[in-house]
């Protein structure tokens, strides 16, 4: 099966700098790359995805890179503000139009965003 | 915002209670989680629904079962709690043939004394 890893598991940043969080999967079928965001005392929440097609997706302060040979992406936030602290999650699965494609997801980044 | 409830926020037992957490959406999806969170924050899989009357174990074992009577509930169940089940349980859906894009509730906080 699917196997996520990511890095770092903590990340503390000055205000206005970038921050980076990379991940690496495991099964080459994977298509879809989710990232969540999950804020103190909440359930994670989706803020940017990527699928296989496409190498970089935009919005606004973040960003997600794809590199597929290689089977890793990363999570940018650029101008890092005090309410990008969270905790970031990335994930991976096999999008198929037939079956259910379980999400596989890393182990978190506890972001610190210092002012 | 995700209109996915769950109740209770945090709960606190002892040991070999029978506990039910309570998971609702109104958004007519079908396809419902429950995740376990530890205190390391990895996010585990521990049950599955496609819909009504359609359950499935996740990727970690779990001694708690579920049931999918309706669209909108999927409540998690432990018949006798321990303190091994202490935990943050997340509860999620999804509208995807393809179970992408996962909704979360704010999660229940389970202590077992």
């Known amino acids: 099966g699917e196997n996520v890893e990511q890095h770092p598991s903590t990340l503390s940043v000055q205000e206005g700098d970038s921050a980076v969080i990379k991940c690496t999967y495991s099964d080459s079928a994977s298509n879809y790359f989710p990232w969540y965001k999950q804020e103190l005392g909440k359930g994670p929440q989706l803020i940017i995805d990527?699928?296989?097609?496409?190498g970089e997706k935009k919005d606004q302060r973040i960003a997600v890179t794809l590199n597929k040979t290689a089977k890793h992406f990363s999570l940018h936030i650029t101008e890092t503000q005090p309410e990008d602290s969270a905790v970031y999650f990335c994930a991976a699965s096999r999008r198929a139009t037939d079956s259910w494609g379980k999400l596989q997801f890393g182990a978190g980044t506890q972001v610190v965003v210092t002012p | 915002e995700a209109d996915i409830y769950q109740t209770p926020r945090y709960l606190v037992i002892g040991t070999g209670k029978k506990i039910t957490l309570e998971c609702s959406q109104t958004m007519g999806h079908d396809k419902m989680y429950w995740y376990q969170q530890d205190p390391g924050m990895e996010l585990h899989l521990i049950h599955y629904s496609y819909g009504v009357n359609s359950t499935e174990k996740g990727d970690l074992s779990s001694e708690s079962t579920v049931s999918r009577i309706r669209t909108e509930h999927f409540p998690l169940t432990l018949e006798s709690a321990r303190p091994s089940h202490t935990s943050q349980y997340l509860c999620?859906?999804?509208?995807?043939?393809?179970?992408?894009?996962?909704?979360f509730g704010s999660g229940t906080q389970l202590s077992v004394l």
């Open positions: 990527i699928r296989s097609n496409v």
């Open positions: 999620a859906s999804s509208a995807d043939r393809g179970g992408e894009k996962l909704f």
